[in-house]
């Protein structure tokens, strides 16, 4: 059973960039697994952010597109979110979670993270 | 991204049954049958409940079912318990996204 869990700054600066990471137990990073990151705004419903593959495959929410970068370290069994130029809009949960092979469906999620995006 | 919309609640009473409404375009909820169904109590991460517009992971209740009308998928709560108020949120993959969720259902028992 794969285990995700999120870390990294609970405050980032407006402008500023956020970083994440999330840590994979129970299964290697380079199995046909899609690692995917989802956020939630306080109050407010999900928002699907992107997702890496160990091949190097990516696929990013368009409005978030020229602000994310996604990476995967094999090293560490574990992938990371950087988004950049970040605003109180980006104030939110993040979660990792992940879909196996061509499965179009998350069935495992990571407990999330509030990231704060405040001065 | 436009998130699929979800009425913003739905209540019922212990024992009936309620259902949900997910709606999107032919670009997604119409055009694929990859609409899945997410569950979620406060402060806690979302739980998959519905994969597949009908299929259930193992270890979710039968009461938990779904299925799919064009551009419209639904999730229904058969035998309504206490344990089941909580958000729902649908999911549908997506040409160009490549997923996009819903605006989320609050489901209160009474």
């Known amino acids: 059973q794969v285990q995700l869990q999120e870390s990294g700054p609970g405050l980032v600066q407006p402008s500023g960039t956020l970083s994440l990471t999330c840590a994979v137990s129970?299964?290697?990073?380079?199995?046909?697994?899609?690692w995917t990151w989802v956020r939630q705004p306080p109050g407010k419903g999900l928002e699907w952010i992107g997702e890496i593959h160990h091949t190097g495959g990516t696929a990013f929410d368009p409005s978030l597109k020229s602000r994310l970068t996604l990476s995967i370290d094999k090293s560490k069994n574990q992938f990371s979110l950087n988004l950049t130029s970040v605003t109180a809009a980006d104030t939110a949960v993040y979660y990792c979670?992940?879909?196996?092979?061509?499965?179009?469906?998350?069935?495992?999620w990571g407990q999330g993270t509030l990231v704060t995006v405040s001065s | 991204q436009s998130a699929l919309t979800q009425p913003a609640s739905v209540s019922g009473s212990p024992g009936q049954a309620i259902t949900i409404s997910c709606t999107g375009s032919?670009?997604?909820?119409?055009?694929?049958?990859?609409v899945s169904w997410y569950q979620q109590h406060p402060g806690k991460a979302p739980k998959l409940m519905i994969y597949d517009v009908s299929h259930r992971p193992s270890g979710v209740s039968d009461r938990f079912s779904g299925s799919k009308s064009g551009n419209t998928a639904s999730l229904t709560i058969s035998g309504l318990q206490v344990e089941d108020e909580a958000d729902y949120f649908c999911s549908s993959y997506k040409s160009n996204s490549p997923y996009v969720f819903g605006s989320g259902t609050k489901v209160t028992v009474l």
């Open positions: 032919s670009r997604d909820v119409g055009g694929y049958n990859y």
């Open positions: 129970g299964d290697s990073i380079s199995s046909d697994n899609w």
């Open positions: 979670a992940t879909n196996y092979g061509v499965n179009r469906y998350f069935d495992c």
